[in-house]
Nanobody, 126 residues
Framework: QVQLVESGGGLAQAGGSLRVSCVAS????????LAWFRQALGKEREFVAGINYNGGSMVVADSVKGRFTISRDNAKNPAELQMSSLKDEDTAVYYC???????????????????WGQGTQVTVSS
């Protein structure tokens, strides 16, 4: 089994920055795609950004492109989502997810991810 634990969410002002991290345990960290999804109150879960097992492929949603950056360091384990120029509409619970079946690609479909963290709240105030 794989356990994913997010940390680093919280409250930020519009235009500010936050960083969320995801630590994986239970299996080799380096052989999976890792992605961030978010779910705002009353809305469906949406893809934010993803990075494949070796960092050679990254996908970022248009809604956050130029503002959010995903990174991973397989030697250190945590994968991070750096969020800048935050907007009110970035308020959501952020989840990290791991895909061990197709680690060479980044899927934007949440159904392609086998493991999920418990989520961390990000709130942006204007």
């Amino acid at each position: 089994q794989v356990q994913l634990v997010e940390s680093g969410g919280g409250l930020a002002q519009a235009g500010g920055s936050l960083r969320v991290s995801c630590v994986a345990s239970g299996r080799a960290f380096s052989v999976h795609t890792l992605a961030w999804f978010r779910q705002a109150l009353g809305k469906e879960r949406e893809f934010v950004a993803g990075i494949n097992y070796n960092g050679g492929s990254m996908v970022v949603a248009d809604s956050v492109k130029g503002r959010f950056t995903i990174s991973r360091d397989n030697a250190k384990n945590p994968a991070e989502l750096q969020m800048s120029s935050l907007k009110d509409e970035d308020t959501a619970v952020y989840y990290c997810a791991a895909d061990y079946k197709s680690p060479w690609r980044v899927s934007t479909n949440p159904s392609d991810y086998q493991y999920w963290g418990q989520g961390t709240q990000v709130t942006v105030s204007s």
